[in-house]
Nanobody
Framework: QVQLVESGGGSVQPGGSLRLSCAAS????????LGWYQQAPGKQRELVAT???????NYADSVKGRFTISREDAKNTVYLQMNSLKPEDTAVYYC?????????WGQGTQVTVSS
């Protein structure tokens, strides 16, 4: 069983930055794919970014060039650095760990971008 706990959300003005962190209980395995998803009010949960243990990254088109995902397996942690934030980035952000075909989710952290 894996538990994920996100932190780092908050309110920021457009153009600002935030760094989200997600700590996993237990040990992150080299087979694990880690990721971040967002869910805006009234919308489905959508992929933001994923990263494999080999460092392969995948980003949604909407965040390319602005967001950076990274992982630190020694600390069982995945990060999402968000720069040049826009109002449309406002959402609850969820950490995800996929191990084989099983998905684990954090409780989510709110990010609000508003002037």
């Amino acid at each position: 069983q894996v538990q994920l706990v996100e932190s780092g959300g908050g309110s920021v003005q457009p153009g600002g930055s935030l760094r989200l962190s997600c700590a996993a209980s237990g040990t992150i395995s080299s087979i694990d794919v880690l990721g971040w998803y967002q869910q805006a009010p009234g919308k489905q949960r959508e992929l933001v970014a994923t990263i494999t243990s080999g460092g392969n990254k995948n980003y949604a088109d909407s965040v390319k060039g602005r967001f950076t995902i990274s992982r630190e397996d020694a600390k069982n942690t995945v990060y999402l650095q968000m720069n040049s934030l826009k109002p449309e980035d406002t959402a609850v952000y969820y950490c995800n760990l996929m191990r084989w075909s099983r998905n684990y989710w954090g409780q989510g952290t709110q990010v609000t971008v508003s002037s």
